[in-house]
């Protein structure tokens, strides 16, 4: 299985961004597709992002025009930038990969969106 560490989470302001990174290990990382998912309190996990290893990209409604989700293939990395944060979008975000069916998942990075 890939290995997958998250970075890059913390408290800020409504309005506010921040850029979460997920570093994979092996050399398997251009060949799979990635997402960002996210869990608040009391909720069920949620996608929040996907891209494909061609580069194809899909969001949930509730973060479209506001959340971008890339990659650096040669980094073995996935990027998720958050702009207009909301206090809806504290929740821990967790780094999935799926690599021909084969799932991981890092242990997350907690955001908090508060004043």
């Known amino acids: 299985q890939v290995q997958l560490v998250e970075s890059g989470g913390g408290l800020v302001q409504p309005g506010g961004s921040l850029r979460l990174s997920c570093v994979a290990s092996?050399?398997?990382?251009?060949?799979?597709?990635m997402a960002w998912y996210r869990q608040a309190p009391g909720k069920e996990r949620e996608l929040v992002a996907y891209?494909?290893?061609?580069?194809?990209?899909k969001y949930a409604d509730s973060v479209k025009g506001r959340f971008t989700i890339s990659r650096d293939n040669a980094k073995n990395t996935m990027y998720l930038q958050m702009n207009s944060l909301k206090p809806e979008d504290t929740a821990v975000y967790y780094c999935?990969?799926?690599?021909?069916?084969?799932?991981?998942w890092g242990k997350g990075t907690l955001v908090t969106v508060s004043s």
């Open positions: 092996g050399s398997s990382f251009s060949r799979n597709h």
């Open positions: 891209i494909r290893n061609s580069g194809g990209t």
């Open positions: 999935n990969s799926n690599y021909f069916g084969v799932l991981s």
